[in-house]
């Protein structure tokens, strides 16, 4: 008689699946054998299992507050995992597309989730999501990142909680005197590194290929894989990059340990601490409010320990993970008031705000953003905010890479333009976008449009997420986003450097803009 193959063992629990289709179907049942121990998930009539808020490592409470991430003991007996685990503790000035799937929020935050269609014996290609939020919000729950799609396309799909803001990123002199590794600060980049090794060791069992293993993250998430190329701590643990819209290169917030010991003393005194202690009995709600105005992701700390050194001199001399990578951004990252304000797009307020950010550099910045009529004033004022936040720093993360390492680099410009929202309560603006929005690409890019309906999705979206997806699938299967019909993407290091525009008609372009990329180089 032939017994359950170990790797997926399901069970009806009285849950059964229902005659009617994948929609009204209820999910059933299933469990998987793990190196940590027996999880029992679920399974969709389309037969993608999933299995939510597993957890990586002990739950950073009581000393553990502020500590290195610690291994989560292997547990006995069947562990639930149906549910999402509580996202990080952060403001409630989240970002307008987030949607959270988790119920709760708590400093135990440290759990990822596995989808996976895999059958028994195979060994597929694993996509890691690190979710955006700027280091200070956002979740492994969100909505857009559900890894149902990937899992259909032949991949094991993670995403996984880290710890932001203030209890993922504060140093203090009395952390860095317990730590053994005499470090402090980078707690939340320390946890994605400890799922990466619980990724490794367990990610067998749900059929993914430890060795094939490709790390993705838009925004904040973009920051922290160039940080996990850029630390030692994660060599090894993934064979594959992907940054959308971020980068922890270009960036002139630099702090060394001492700096950023100094800044955690300030922060304790405002919170009336007197020692580590107190700020560790402090509840959250108490500590949270202290972090206001700090931009974590805007900022990298050279800490001895996840940066020997800063992640721009462990780049340039070719010291990062030598590891295939496509990066890219939006056409419209940002929005004119980033450098306008609330003055009106027109050639003198441009002219003036040009002035502002670059005196004596003025007329330099008007010859590469032309404003000579209000119209060029507006895509100026557009290209310069996107540039000076997001273009810039993941140019300068592809080039990087491109000169010192050695496997292939393919960049992308986003350009599908978001359709209209749809049905009562739906959101228009005012003015015609120039471009594709921050963060606007991952449901494409992920095949998660379907779960949108309050938009307005027109065959041209379809056809875009398809082939975006199709690129993003390849590359995670091979380290190569090229395959059958789809337009050819050159690495970076040909001759001349092109850039994939991904769209409804994706093309491949000669890079058009690296004069302006190298003025804003110029100027760091």
């Not at 957890?55 to 549910?83: C, S």
Request: net charge negative; with cysteine.
């Amino acid at each position: 008689m032939r017994t359950a193959h170990p790797l997926f063992l399901f069970t009806a629990l009285a849950l059964g699946l229902c005659r009617g289709g994948a929609a009204d179907a209820p999910a059933l049942a299933v469990r998987v054998t793990t190196p940590s121990g027996i999880l029992e998930g679920t399974a969709d009539a389309d037969g993608v299992r999933s299995f939510k808020g597993i957890p990586y490592a002990l739950p950073p409470l009581g000393t553990l507050r502020w500590a290195e991430p610690q291994p989560f003991p292997h547990w006995e007996g069947v562990r639930p995992a149906t549910a999402f685990g509580p996202r990080p503790e952060q403001l409630p000035n989240h970002f307008r597309d987030m949607i959270f799937r988790s119920t709760s929020m708590s400093e135990d935050c440290l759990y990822l989730n596995v989808w996976t269609q895999a059958a028994p014996g195979d060994r597929l290609p694993v996509l890691v999501y690190l979710h955006g939020g700027g280091l200070t919000t956002g979740d492994g729950s969100e909505l857009r990142y559900d890894g149902a799609s990937m899992a259909r396309r032949g991949i094991v799909a993670v995403t996984i909680n880290y710890r932001l803001g203030i209890f993922g990123f504060l140093s203090h002199p009395e952390l860095t005197l317990e730590s053994p590794h005499h470090a402090s600060g980078n707690y939340g980049h320390l946890d994605q590194v400890a799922a990466l090794h619980w990724i490794h060791d367990n990610i067998a069992a749900f059929g993914g290929d430890p060795g094939r293993v490709t790390l993705d993250g838009q925004s904040a998430g973009a920051t922290s894989v160039c940080a996990m190329m850029a630390s030692p701590l994660a060599r090894g643990l993934f064979q594959g990059a992907i940054g959308e819209s971020g980068s922890v290169l270009g960036n002139p917030g630099q702090l060394d340990l001492t700096q950023a010991e100094q800044e955690g003393v300030a922060l304790a005194k405002r919170a009336g601490a007197l020692s580590l202690a107190d700020l560790r009995r402090m509840p959250a709600e108490q500590i949270l409010p202290l972090q206001k105005g700090i931009i974590y992701s805007r900022r990298v700390e050279v800490d001895g320990y996840l940066f020997p050194a800063h992640p721009e001199e462990i780049f340039f001399t070719g010291r990062q993970a030598d590891v295939p990578l496509l990066v890219g951004w939006n056409s419209a990252e940002m929005s004119v008031s980033q450098v306008l304000g609330n003055d009106p797009p027109r050639p003198d307020t441009f002219a003036a705000a040009a002035r502002k950010f670059y005196r004596a550099r003025e007329d330099k910045v008007l010859t590469l953003y032309p404003a000579r009529t209000n119209d060029e004033a507006r895509q100026a004022a557009e290209d310069l905010a996107s540039d000076r936040s997001i273009g810039y720093r993941s140019w300068k993360w592809a080039d990087m890479h491109a000169k010192s390492g050695g496997k292939p680099v393919f960049r992308y410009l986003y350009s599908q333009l978001l359709p209209p929202e749809a049905g009562p309560g739906a959101t228009v603006d005012a003015e015609p976008a120039l471009g594709a929005p921050h963060s606007a690409e991952i449901p494409y890019v992920l095949g998660n449009l379907p779960l949108f309906p309050v938009f307005a999705w027109t065959p041209a979206d379809m056809k875009t997420s398809e082939i975006a997806q199709g690129y993003f699938v390849n590359f995670i299967k091979t380290g190569d986003p090229n395959g059958p019909g789809l337009p050819k993407w050159t690495w970076m290091q040909a001759s001349i450097p092109h850039v994939m525009v991904l769209s409804a008609e994706p093309h491949l372009i000669p890079e058009p803009h690296l004069d302006r990329y190298l003025f804003l180089d110029s100027l760091q």
